[in-house]
């Protein structure tokens, strides 16, 4: 009995977003069909479908899917090490962070709208600019996790460590990533959300492909349906990358512990 308690509150979440979407669906159904807004404003649930499987049977998504993947991943990638990097650098030399530390507040303060056209002007229109922009807004959230955790490690574990002779390598395969990884994740996670819209950004502003480059061709068109449908497949894109990010996180967690 405790362990089918133990299932069902894990599944609990599940089941409640699960719950929350059919009924977001049937509000969104009930809207376009008995509220006289036309079609070309607000399509049916069912309309919208329809629109995707044709862009899916002609081959016209894919590739666009596929763009704003690799730029994610790839920017993400690079974001999570020069994040985890500048982390361990901050921690261990105090001089670098007080120097370098407002310039890194400066750029997250900017707005990426703002930032993406100079990007796009230096790096070009090709998926370059776009990997840039998302390791810009990943590698903050977990520099800022990370370093946050790291400098609340006890002190008498600092001073165990050098009782015992640690090294810094050692030290820090030992003890500062296993201590910080729970932050570390929760970064990533926040970054992997916030690149999909950096992506979408510099998709907007300037590029050949890609599902932010398919929406503004929607927009452009009065295509309230490839928009809806552009807009789903980004949500999803953006849910698998977090559930990915929590597996991996049990997983590691589980050895660490």
């Known amino acids: ?16 977003g699960g719950a929350a979407l059919v009924a977001g669906v049937v509000v969104w ?8 807004v036309p079609p070309y404003i607000l399509p049916t649930p069912g309309a919208t479908l329809t629109r995707a499987f044709e862009l899916f049977d002609s081959n016209a998504i894919q590739v666009h899917i596929a763009q704003t993947v690799a730029e994610v991943l790839q920017g993400a990638i690079i ?4 994040g985890i990097v500048l982390a361990m650098l901050f921690h261990h030399v ?5 120097l370098f530390m407002p310039v890194v507040i400066v750029a997250q303060v900017t707005p990426k709208i703002s930032i993406a056209p100079l990007i796009i002007l230096w790096v070009g229109l090709g998926i370059g600019s776009k990997i840039t922009l998302v390791a810009l807004v990943v590698f903050y959230p977990v ?3 990370m370093l946050a955790r790291l400098e609340a490690i006890p002190s008498t574990v600092r001073d165990l460590s050098k009782i015992t002779g640690m090294g810094p390598v050692r030290r820090a395969f030992r003890i500062e990533f296993p201590y910080s990884f729970p932050a570390l994740a929760a970064g990533i996670k926040l970054g992997l959300l916030q690149g999909v819209t950096a992506a979408v950004i510099g998709e907007f502003i300037g590029a050949r492909a890609g599902l932010g480059y398919l929406e503004k061709q929607g927009q452009d068109n009065d295509d309230i349906r490839l928009v809806l449908v ?7 894109l953006g849910v698998i990358l977090y559930l990915v990010v929590g597996a991996i996180e049990r997983r590691v967690s589980r050895r660490f512990g």
Do not use: Q, Y
């Open 230 to 236: 552009t807009l789903a497949l980004l949500a999803l």
């Open 1 to 16: 009995m405790p362990s089918s308690k133990s299932t069902f509150d894990r599944v609990r979440p599940s089941l409640v």
């Open 94 to 98: 105090r001089w670098l962070r007080r």
């Open 143 to 145: 520099l800022i996790n």
């Open 29 to 36: 159904w009930a809207i376009a069909r008995f509220s006289g």
């Open 79 to 82: 974001g999570i090490v020069i």
